[in-house]
């Protein structure tokens, strides 16, 4: 594999290994998961990316005037609230990165300034691009820092002429000192709001505030071998908890009786619950709002039995009060997906009271950073 070098590596600080081969950091990851997860069983080999170059599907760029008042554009820092000036870079969709300058370019051409928190003066703040890696459908997100878009409809029609290939535009309006963060409501300005993408046979609907893994490839991967880790039976009910927009409980729907999905991001079980409209899922399936430790807490008061418990909690690990009710419902079989093999570690020591650790496969989501993706499957210990 031909390694690729960032001209701007030190300034920006995003891809922590970009010093090291591939090969090199997938050896620098699989140490650390072992020693975190190494006394839990024995780690599989680390499953790599068949390219580790411009996977992700989700790019934001900070826009800025610099002193001469030239607008450039990038990767916004907060640690200086300062931005590294990039035309392209080795992680993003090529071509997200080809639009996000193309808008800089028309922002120049209509003479529209990048927003100015200090004055409160200008227009745009950043910009999200989703990209559907399978379907080839394109989101564009502008986010002002006021809701006035000067000479609108000119300026979306002139870039969707310029990029034939963007599916969809919206404009959000963040106010908030918090840079990158989106407005509540995103109003559509082309196309119908949202993207579709495919993954594991299934389709999802991607709006602006959807999560949605960054890496296609590679999360086809994990979500494939966690579904096979759970040892999933027709007769099985299945929970999906910290469900997301529903991809795995919608991934693994084919392989069992009933799925449940618990989320507390209201906007999240909405488009789960639109995924499974998408893919004709009327029976078997419902997705629920509310916290997973308290959901489950419910379920146990009332007796009720899952067979397979898959849960994939943010970085903060899974609630407490989740694994405390998980161990009490004791389902067969569960599979913990983890971005944070640290707090996974720390959660493993609850459950390995009930639990048999039967695999640990780390995955490269995010090649050229330090995070690893971790999948570990167990089994009920006999009573």
Request: some cysteine.
């Amino acid at each position: 594999m031909k390694e690729l070098t960032c001209p701007v590596a030190k300034k920006c600080s995003g891809c922590q290994l970009s010093n090291m081969t591939y090969e090199q950091q997938l050896d620098w990851k699989q140490k650390d998961v072992t020693k975190l997860l190494g006394g839990f069983g024995e780690v599989s080999r680390i499953i790599g990316a068949d390219e580790p170059y411009h996977y992700r599907n989700k790019v934001q760029a900070v826009f800025r005037s610099d002193r001469s008042g030239r607008i450039i554009s990038g990767v916004y820092q907060s640690s200086r609230n300062g931005i590294v000036g990039i035309n392209s870079c080795l992680l993003d969709d090529r071509r997200a990165d080809e639009i996000i300058v193309g808008i800089r370019e028309l922002m120049q051409s209509f003479r529209l300034k990048p927003y100015d928190e200090g004055t409160g003066r200008g227009f745009l703040r950043h910009v999200l691009v989703r990209v559907g890696k399978s379907s080839g459908e394109i989101l564009v997100t502008l986010v002002g820092g006021t809701p006035v878009f000067p000479k609108k409809h000119d300026f979306i029609k002139a870039l969707t002429a310029k990029f034939p290939d963007i599916t969809t535009v919206t404009f959000s309006v963040n106010s908030e000192p918090e840079m990158m963060m989106l407005g509540g409501r995103n109003e559509v300005l082309f196309g119908e709001g949202y993207i579709t993408d495919t993954l594991c046979g299934k389709k999802f609907r991607i709006s602006p505030q959807s999560f949605y893994q960054i890496n296609h490839d590679q999360t086809e991967k994990l979500y494939r071998y966690a579904i096979e880790a759970a040892k999933l039976k027709k007769t099985d009910i299945l929970l999906d908890a910290y469900s997301g927009i529903g991809t795995i409980g919608i991934a693994a729907y084919d392989h069992v009786k009933q799925v449940q999905g618990i989320e507390y991001n209201g906007a999240a079980v909405r488009d789960a619950v639109s995924n499974c409209r998408e893919n004709g899922l009327t029976r078997g399936i419902a997705f629920n709002k509310g916290d997973a430790g308290e959901f489950l807490q419910a379920k146990a008061k009332l007796g009720t039995h899952y067979d397979a418990v898959i849960l994939d909690p943010a970085r903060a690990g899974a609630d407490r009060r989740f694994l405390n009710a998980l161990v009490n419902v004791a389902p067969e079989r569960v599979v913990y997906i983890s971005c944070n093999p640290a707090t996974q570690a720390r959660d493993l020591k609850t459950l390995t009271r009930k639990y048999n650790v039967e695999s640990i496969q780390p995955f490269d989501m995010f090649p050229h950073t330090r995070h690893v993706e971790c999948v570990v499957s167990m089994s009920r210990k006999a009573e």
